[in-house]
Nanobody, 124 residues
């Protein structure tokens, strides 16, 4: 069974940067499409980014495109989310998850094995 653990969250001023990490244990990490989602208080869990098994293909939500970059290191069983030019509206708990499919999907119901999340707070 795959277990995922996010890290790297914190408090940052608007315009700043953070890099989130998500490390997997169990399973064969290099076989999985991996996604990033976020959930603000009182809101649904929204798609942020997704990366293919090799890292050669990615997709981003329009709200983060050009500011966030996802990458992975299969030798370390880790996927990353580099977040630049952060805005107060990026404040949320950020989750990584393993896709159930081999496609780059945005629908959270196509993901499983969610991590516990890491809090990102952006102050204005």
């Amino acid at each position: 069974q795959v277990q995922l653990e996010e890290s790297g969250g914190g408090l940052v001023q608007a315009g700043g940067s953070l890099r989130l990490s998500c490390t997997a244990s169990g399973g064969t990490f290099s076989m999985y499409v991996m996604g990033w989602f976020r959930q603000a208080p009182g809101k649904e869990r929204d798609f942020v980014a997704v990366i293919s098994q090799s890292g050669g293909a990615t997709d981003y939500a329009d709200s983060v495109k050009g500011r966030f970059t996802t990458s992975r290191d299969n030798a370390k069983n880790t996927v990353y989310l580099q977040m630049n030019s952060l805005k107060p509206e990026d404040t949320a708990v950020y989750y990584c998850a393993r896709s159930r499919t081999n496609w780059l999907r945005r629908d959270r119901y196509t993901y499983q094995n969610w991590g516990q999340g890491t809090q990102v707070t952006v102050s204005s």
